[in-house]
């Protein structure tokens, strides 16, 4: 099954999703920025989608639109969308739960979140990546695996608290490990020490 997707924001997750969607068959409708100077750098990779500006989509074909903004920005980007009937709204993040969405103008709501960590000039292997959605309706929860299954053969089923336990585990395997590799350095740096004596430790503890 393809889908019609719609895709809301412009940094690293969008940035990696929106081509990756294309790739695996879809058909990227729009992407919506605030900054519309991003989003049309952002289509540059993409075939057909329009770049847009503004929150109404009551005329897209898009069906399933994906809010990949920061955590800060989804409620007010979730309640002020103009959607179209029979719409999915679902959000990629970690540590927000599902029902931030529950006063938009979808009919559907639910979570795509890709567990991993997104830089925008490093290529991603999408098939390595992890999907945890949720949703409460089931025909919806089918399609977003659908969709998840057309990037990775990793999807997982998890409610919203669930996955916040699972996003802290995740903050600590990465962005803990990421500052006390950074820490050692500095250290060695420090003593004119050369960093590459500590790699092979790196990697056999990794």
């Known amino acids: 099954m393809k889908f019609k997707v719609a895709i809301l924001g412009t940094g690293n997750v969008a940035w990696h999703l929106a081509p990756a969607l294309e790739e695996a068959g879809h058909t990227v409708t729009e992407i919506y920025g605030r900054d519309l100077t991003k989003a049309k750098s952002l289509i540059k990779n993409l075939y057909t989608a329009e770049?847009?500006?503004?929150?109404?989509?009551?005329?897209?074909?898009a069906e399933i639109y994906i809010l990949a903004v920061s955590d800060q920005a989804i409620s007010d980007l979730a309640d002020e969308l103009i959607?179209?009937?029979?719409?999915?709204?679902?959000?990629?993040?970690?540590?927000?739960?599902m029902d931030i969405l529950g006063y938009s103008s979808a009919?559907?709501?639910?979570?795509?979140y890709p567990l991993?960590?997104?830089?925008?000039?490093?290529?991603?292997?999408?098939?390595e990546v992890p999907f945890l959605l949720e949703s409460d309706d089931q025909e919806t929860l089918q399609k977003?695996?659908?969709?998840?299954?057309?990037?990775?053969p990793l999807q997982y089923t998890i409610k919203s608290k669930d996955r916040m336990a699972l996003h802290i585990a995740a903050v600590f395997a990465s962005n803990f490990s990421n500052h006390m590799l950074r820490l050692a350095e500095e250290i060695m740096n420090r003593k004119g020490l050369d960093y590459e004596?500590?790699?092979?430790l790196i990697i056999e503890t990794i």
């Open 83 to 97: 959607l179209p009937e029979e719409s999915i709204l679902v959000h990629t993040s970690g540590s927000v739960p």
């Open 144 to 152: 977003l695996k659908k969709l998840a299954k057309s990037l990775s």
């Open 107 to 112: 009919a559907y709501t639910g979570i795509f």
């Open 51 to 61: 770049a847009k500006e503004d929150l109404d989509f009551s005329e897209s074909e």
């Open 197 to 200: 004596m500590l790699k092979p």
């Open 116 to 127: 991993q960590t997104f830089t925008k000039d490093r290529k991603m292997d999408f098939e």
